[in-house]
């Protein structure tokens, strides 16, 4: 069974950083790409952050480079998105994604997504 668990949302004020963290289970997790969204109220869900099996590929969504960094720990099944310098336009729901991927798993799944506020 895949599960994707998130935690280390929060409230935080503008400046501030925090670290998310995916806890992922049931599929092999080397294998695989993970992805980062989010989802502001009101807005399509949208990209953020991604890496690939390894961990040595990476890419960010504009509003997030230089911000935000996207790691894993392959050896823990966890993924990780370090989110510094925080703005409010940075509040949303912030949600963990493991993509359908050939012979690995046969649709996306989803976290249950943690939450972000950034306000002072």
């Known amino acids: 069974q895949v599960q994707l668990v998130e935690s280390g949302g929060g409230l935080v004020q503008p400046g501030g950083s925090l670290r998310l963290s995916c806890a992922a289970s049931?599929?092999?997790?080397?294998?695989?790409?993970m992805n980062w969204y989010r989802q502001a109220p009101g807005k399509e869900r949208e990209l953020v952050a991604k890496?690939?099996?390894?961990?040595?590929?990476?890419d960010y969504a504009n509003p997030v480079k230089g911000r935000f960094a996207i790691s894993r720990d392959n050896a823990e099944n966890t993924v990780y998105l370090q989110l510094n310098n925080l703005k409010p336009d940075d509040t949303a729901v912030y949600y963990c994604?493991?993509?359908?991927?050939?012979?690995?798993?046969?649709?996306?799944?989803w976290g249950q997504g943690t939450q972000v506020t950034v306000s002072s």
């Open positions: 994604n493991a993509p359908a991927t050939w012979q690995v798993l046969a649709v996306d799944y």
């Open positions: 049931g599929f092999s997790f080397g294998s695989v790409t």
């Open positions: 890496i690939g099996p390894t961990g040595t590929a990476t």
